[in-house]
């Protein structure tokens, strides 16, 4: 199989990352629950990989790193545990359902909403989230970089739209961390909310958020901490206050060694192979008749993503196709970012998503290529 879903989550892994799971599960304990030495092993690895998030992110220290299971738990932390009846929050058309359902569910409690719309291209200009500002704005959560049209939204203008205003900054990063830089303090970012399974090359369960110093968010829920056993509340010290039970340990030893490959090879040299072979495919196919692209292609930077159709074919027969007759592995439908489509007009037919990998080849993307070709001829 040519693996080209990428955006949904990277299936090759570096070897470093099987081995430290494989080897976290034959000797990791319950970390902060114990001074034996499993434990004691279990606490050294957990913190070592806050520092290197801390590092990766550029926030002001490890306690500032909470980890989760992915950034739907994070951003529904964030949004939930920030909002309530009464304020205001701005988001966008960009957005995924991990962003929009818990909005739509606060603005359910009485939170006011406002999101800002996106042109035909899928994207978004600044003055008009700034514009959306009123008084009792609370928030801007955003995405940083689209998971349907692999659109990048630059959020330096955006955090200093919201540091004008004295507004908060929720930003998820799912198709962003551990690809683009992101700097919280130079960005202005007050959350940032972090998947481990996708460029950030770790395992499933494993993800994460950044809370700025002195910002409280409320628990989205309470339970065992290893400290403070007595108390009928959970305590309120970070990273405690927002990971009640036992943390995914051993996907953490993988997310650990994930983020040493990182640093080996570099985000900005990993990066840039991956939009090399986004651009590759993406000049061969764009001039194919009956063929449609979308997003914004007038800039350099973006996620490594390409959506097309085919004529007027179901995103999902053209993505079976791809798979029975060439063994491409691709996304069809809605990549749960229900607005995205209404603003690319794609709500019935979806979009057939090609997201790519380092690990992907050059005569990989040539075959996918070439089957886009023979199907649109067909």
């Known amino acids: 199989m040519i693996y080209m879903d990428n955006a949904a989550t990277t299936m090759h892994k570096p070897k470093e990352v099987l081995d430290a799971v494989i080897q976290a599960m034959s000797s990791m304990g319950n970390a902060g629950r114990g001074a034996n030495e499993a434990s004691l092993s279990a606490s050294r690895i957990i913190y070592d990989t806050r520092e290197k998030l801390c590092t990766l992110f550029h926030a002001e220290n490890p306690r500032q790193i909470v980890f989760t299971a992915n950034s739907t ?22 957005e995924h359902n991990s962003v929009l359902r818990p909005l739509y569910e606060m603005s359910e409690r009485g939170t006011k ?9 899928g994207t978004v200009k600044t003055e008009d989230i700034e514009a ?22 630059d959020l330096k203008p955006i955090g200093e739209i919201a540091k004008k205003h004295g507004v908060l900054l929720v930003v998820d990063a799912s198709q962003t961390a551990g690809v683009f830089p992101i700097d919280v303090q130079e960005m202005n970012i007050d959350v940032l909310c972090f998947t481990g399974h996708k460029g950030l090359l770790g395992p499933q369960g494993t993800g994460g958020m950044y809370v700025r110093e002195g910002l409280a968010v409320r628990p989205l829920k309470s339970g065992g901490s290893g400290v403070q056993t007595f108390s009928r509340t959970h305590p309120s010290e970070m990273p405690t206050a927002l990971e009640a039970g036992t943390l995914n340990g051993h996907g953490i030893a993988g997310l650990n060694a994930a983020l040493s490959y990182l640093e080996k090879e570099g985000i ?30 007038s800039l350099k930077e973006r996620c490594a993503i390409v959506a097309l159709n085919i004529g007027d074919y179901d995103s999902s027969e053209v993505s079976d196709e791809l798979l029975t007759a060439y063994g ?25 998503r090609f997201s790519f990998s380092h690990y992907n080849t050059d005569e990989e993307v040539d075959t996918a290529i070439a089957a886009v070709q023979e199907l649109a001829a067909d």
């Open 73 to 94: 738990e994070s951003l529904n932390m964030a949004v939930k545990g920030l909002l309530g009846p009464g304020d205001h929050v701005v988001t966008t058309m960009l």
């Open 113 to 121: 909403l406002t999101v800002v719309r996106s042109s035909r291209l």
């Open 132 to 153: 959306a500002i009123r008084p009792g704005t609370k928030m801007i959560v955003i995405t940083n970089g689209s998971n349907l049209t692999g659109n990048y939204v």
């Open 268 to 297: 900005d040299k990993i990066r840039g192979r991956e939009q090399e072979l986004m651009w590759r495919f993406y000049n061969g196919v764009k001039d194919i008749p009956c063929v449609k692209v979308y997003g914004d292609y």
């Open 328 to 352: 491409i592995s691709t996304r069809p439908g809605g990549h749960c970012a229900p607005l995205m489509h209404e603003a690319l007009g794609t709500v019935e037919q979806g979009a057939v």
